[in-house]
């Protein structure tokens, strides 16, 4: 039996998975924690692998590995490939300003950027992050002469290589950056060197079955990938599918045979893992809602369930507009939540409750509506990620969203997309193996019936809050 293994290095955790590389098996798999932050130091990711690896009973018998991870942080090294400071993640906002000061600093604006990269830059980016070490940090901007993401990083240090010149990527991921074109196919080093004021070095972008090198042991090492091309890849999500995460933040992303360039900056013109695109829209309020509500409440999640579901539809007009973190879509990160409509009658925990699950529920839905505005077909969800485990969450979903709802069965679905990608790597094939972990005959599939006015009401409140703001 021939192995590969599938990397997660995520937000929170680093997740192993080793598959079988022809059947797509799960032989075994181990997980580790990563700290807490919206900036940490890269070696942190390394050490949670080293005990992620160790939880799976090691990999010394891997012939393959692919490495898929959290978007836009930023990790930049000094000509020897040291690293200059902490990675700024993609939750980091501090950079929300500097967003804004690129895209008005570019000749046409969002237009502009939308054009170039697909995006409008917003403080999630990579090329925003990079404006403020510039601004904030100019000894620091000064001694950055390469920059990666994450999964890049981490390829890197799995190939033993101290070289930057031997950084490698993928479209998947270079397509979150700001500075490289999903529809060229090319780095835009001029906006590189608009952010920093100079252009650093950067990973070579390699095809999607392309090998980055090998371990120092020989094991084959993939390109990698961003954590939503591999979710995307480990699904076998095709064209009309739309993938909708609900993890810490909540993510829609669509396979499209065609890039987009939204100019309203809400959907990202990201590509995938497999040489298509990825066109994606990002709240960052997801599965956090719900923790905060049944901490409010002073429940678990299980309860937090049964209440929401024991609530009318509409929760009898308590709207939760749930922009704790501030908010991505629309791109208001200074924003706050708010809590609309409340009365006597209806503030109650099982209000509350499905207040908070519609309330996350719609904000997915205008992230859905935003990939309608740009063409993208949108037929069929497959929903995943903690969140995605509430039975509220099921249940409410498909009249919400307003589409047929598949839920795959719990998985590491980036992890296992990173575990496809080695074994398309290991044979060198043009297509991926045709094996999937995710959309089986084990999902359970939900049919949409209608919701009138709770979206209407959600819609209401939060134009409401953003006008007050």
Request: charged fraction near 20%; glycine fraction near 12%; proline fraction near 7%.
């Amino acid at each position: 039996m021939t192995l590969v293994a599938g990397v997660d290095t995520s937000t929170q955790s680093c997740k192993v998975v080793i598959r079988d590389a022809e059947s797509g098996a799960l032989v075994r798999h181990g997980t580790a924690p990563h700290p807490d932050g919206t900036s940490v130091d890269p070696s942190v990711w390394e050490a949670a692998l080293e005990r992620a690896v160790a939880a799976a009973g090691g990999w010394d018998d891997v012939a393959a590995i692919s490495v898929a991870g959290q978007q836009h942080g930023m990790v930049c090294l000094d000509d020897r490939g040291t690293v200059v400071r902490d990675a700024l993640l993609w939750n980091d906002l501090r950079s929300a300003p500097d967003a804004a000061d690129l895209v008005g600093e570019l000749p046409g604006g969002a237009d502009a950027w939308a054009r170039a990269t697909g995006s409008v830059p917003v403080a999630s980016f990579t090329v925003t992050k990079l404006r403020w070490l510039a601004r904030v940090e100019p000894e620091n901007a000064r001694r950055t002469a390469a920059v990666c993401l994450p999964h890049d990083w981490l390829t890197w240090r799995l190939s033993g290589s101290g070289s930057p010149d031997d950084l490698a990527t993928d479209r998947g991921d270079a397509s979150g950056t700001g500075y490289w074109s999903p529809g060229e196919n090319a780095y835009r080093p001029d906006l590189l060197e608009l952010a920093l004021g100079h252009a650093p070095a950067v990973p070579t972008v390699l095809t999607p079955n392309a090998r980055a090198g090998t371990t120092p042991a020989g094991a084959v090492l993939g390109c990698g990938t961003g954590d939503n091309a591999g979710a995307a890849l480990g699904l076998g999500a095709g064209p009309g599918d739309v993938v909708v995460s609900v993890g810490t933040s909540g993510v829609i992303s669509a396979v499209s045979d065609t890039a987009t360039a939204d100019a309203s900056g809400l959907v990202a013109g990201f590509a995938d893992a497999t040489g298509r695109f990825l066109p994606l829209a990002c709240t960052l309020n997801a599965a956090r809602v719900l923790d905060a509500a049944a901490r409010m409440i002073g429940v678990d999640h299980d309860e937090l369930s049964r209440l929401a579901l024991s609530a009318p539809a509409g929760a009898d007009g308590l709207v939760l507009v749930p922009y704790f973190e501030g908010e991505r879509t629309p791109n208001e990160p200074d924003a706050s939540a708010a809590i609309v409509g409340a009365r006597l009658g209806n503030f109650t925990p099982a209000h509350l409750a499905r207040a908070a699950v519609e309330g996350l529920l719609c904000g997915l839905a205008d992230g859905l509506d935003a990939l309608r505005a740009c063409g993208v077909p949108v037929e069929r969800v497959l929903l995943i990620g903690g969140g995605a485990r509430s039975a509220a969450v099921q249940t409410l979903a498909p009249s919400i969203l307003g589409l047929p709802v598949r839920v795959p069965p719990p998985g590491e679905y980036v992890a296992d997309g990173a575990a496809r990608q080695a074994a398309w790597a290991l044979s060198g094939a043009a297509e991926p193996p045709a094996w999937r972990v995710g959309d089986t005959g084990a999902s359970t599939v939900l049919e949409a019936s209608s919701a009138p006015g709770i979206r209407e009401a959600y819609a209401a409140a939060r134009d409401h809050l953003l006008t007050r703001r």
